[in-house]
C-alpha cells in the first residue's frame, strides 16, 4: 500500500447507514490523503449531496435504512463520478447494469478499501 499518495487530494462521499462503518471509513481515507466531503446515512440526504457536491469519488452503501441507494448511484453516474458499493450482500443484490461497479465487502480492511478505490478510478 505505499503507493496510496495517488488519492492524495481525492474528494469522498461517504453514503453509509452505520456509524461505526461511516467513521472508520472516514479514517481510512484520511490515512491515505482523501478529503471527506460529507457523509450521508439517509436515502434523501444522499440523493441531495450526490447532486450538489464536488466529488472525485463515493462510497455507497447499497440498503440505507431500508432503502437502495440505486437513485444515488444513477445520479453519481450521470456525473461521471466514479463509486464503489460498500454491501455486505455481495453481488447478486445488485442490479445487472450495476454489477460491473467495483464491490467492497463489509467486513472489509483498509487494503481492500485501497484496491476498490483503485479500480473504480481507473
Do not use: W
Not at 15 to 20: S, V
Not at 42 to 62: F, G, Q, T, Y
Not at 71 to 77: C, Y
Not at 108 to 115: E, G, H, K, R, Y
Amino acid at each position: 500500500m505505499n503507493d496510496t499518495h495517488i488519492f492524495a487530494g481525492i474528494r469522498v462521499l461517504i453514503i453509509e447507514d452505520e456509524a461505526l462503518v461511516s467513521m472508520m471509513l472516514e479514517e481510512f481515507l484520511e490515512q491515505i490523503g482523501c478529503r471527506t466531503m460529507a457523509t450521508a446515512s439517509r436515502l434523501d440526504e444522499a440523493i441531495n449531496k450526490a447532486r450538489s457536491l464536488p466529488l472525485d469519488m463515493a462510497l455507497l452503501d447499497v440498503n440505507l435504512a431500508g432503502e437502495a441507494s440505486f437513485p444515488v448511484a444513477e445520479i453519481l453516474t450521470a456525473r461521471d463520478i466514479p463509486f464503489i458499493f460498500v454491501t455486505g450482500y455481495g453481488p447478486l443484490g445488485l442490479p445487472a447494469d450495476m454489477r460491473h461497479i467495483p464491490l467492497l465487502p463489509k467486513p472489509f480492511q483498509m487494503a481492500q478499501l485501497v484496491d476498490a478505490m483503485r479500480m473504480a478510478a481507473y
